[in-house]
């Protein structure tokens, strides 16, 4: 091999050494064959993105112990975001801790990657994942709504920057208690009228996204928690009407908005089918039905990616 060749071989060994480094994991004996992972490699805005952590049972260590205690801390950190854990499931090869991080709908298209960090017995671990955003396919409706609903007056925006603020700090909660057993079921047996991520044009001026989906409603009909929460918001706002919000843990939550009426209270714990309110046309409408809304660390997602098999 001339000089030059030799120069070209080494140059490339040093590339790919470099390249690979984002996927490399550093650890020693306390942390034997730890496995990080993603569930999809490509997914677009508005979806659920899953993060797995695994530890091997032959280890002999008491994984779940150690992370009840504190003295096992497992963490994800995305645009400057924070994704906790939980643990998902055991089985004959090991014990699994998952992260849930939501898409954001205007996220940005290309390549993203997450640090999944690792903390035991004074030692740190740390390995990257690597996966691509792309744009979802979403269709457009043009809605008239009460011309207030639009162009607020000066009290009407005092108050919804008021709320707004409200949600926000309830969306930055990571409550470190797990509610939910399994798949989500829809709040009530009905069809899709209005699908999460339509783009919307009301009253021909004012264009926006639509954050959850509208699933069809009487006035009064009953809807039901489609997974144990807690309640966290229960009130009228300005935009959404009569509003219930459950805090669902480790970052979920989930928002049922234009109820005529709200039955249950502030932080009351609700299991699975337990009665939120009655579907109305209360705030902004354009007739009766219920908008359900799902946030994961404060990104606004699919409420039906919570309902699909597997989801524990």
């Not at 490339?12 to 942390?31: E, I, N, P, Q």
């Not at 899709?192 to 991520?197: A, D, H, I, N, R």
Request: hydrophobic share 35%; aromatic share 12%.
């Amino acid at each position: 091999m001339g000089n030059r060749g030799f120069k070209l071989f080494s140059f490339l060994v040093l590339f790919l050494t470099f390249s690979c480094a984002s996927l490399s994991t550093r650890g020693d004996s306390r942390l034997p064959e730890v496995q990080a992972s993603l569930l999809k490699e490509k997914i677009s805005n508005g979806r659920l993105q899953q993060i797995f952590v695994k530890f091997p049972l032959k280890s002999k260590k008491d994984w779940v112990s150690a992370y009840e205690t504190g003295d096992l801390t497992i963490q994800a950190e995305w645009n400057q975001k924070i994704i906790p854990f939980f643990i998902d499931q055991q089985d004959n090869d090991g014990i699994v801790f998952r992260g849930l991080l939501g898409i954001p709908y205007r996220e940005p298209v290309g390549p993203k990657k997450i640090s999944v960090q690792i903390e035991f017995d004074g030692y740190q671990w740390e390995q990257h994942l690597m996966f691509e955003v792309f744009e979802g396919k979403y269709k457009a409706e043009k809605l008239r709504v009460a011309p207030r609903k639009i162009k607020p007056n000066p009290s009407d925006e005092k108050r919804i920057e008021k709320e707004y603020l409200e949600t926000r700090k309830i969306y930055q909660t990571r409550t470190p208690i797990k509610y939910w057993k399994g798949p989500f079921r829809l709040p009530i047996r009905s069809g899709v009228t209005s699908p999460y991520g339509t783009k919307r044009l009301y009253n021909k001026s004012f264009s926006g996204y639509h954050s959850g989906l509208d699933l069809r409603a009487r006035t009064g009909a009953p809807i039901r928690a489609p997974e144990s929460g807690k309640v966290v918001l229960a009130k009228p706002l300005f935009f959404t009407g009569g509003t219930v919000i459950l805090d669902h843990g480790y970052g979920l939550f989930t928002v049922y908005a234009h109820l005529s009426k709200i039955t249950v209270e502030l932080n009351q714990i609700l299991k699975k089918g337990d009665r939120i309110g009655l579907a109305g046309a209360t705030g902004r409408v354009t007739g009766p039905h219920l908008h359900w809304g799902m946030t994961v660390q404060q990104a606004k997602i699919n409420p039906l990616e919570m309902t699909k098999k597997g989801i524990r």
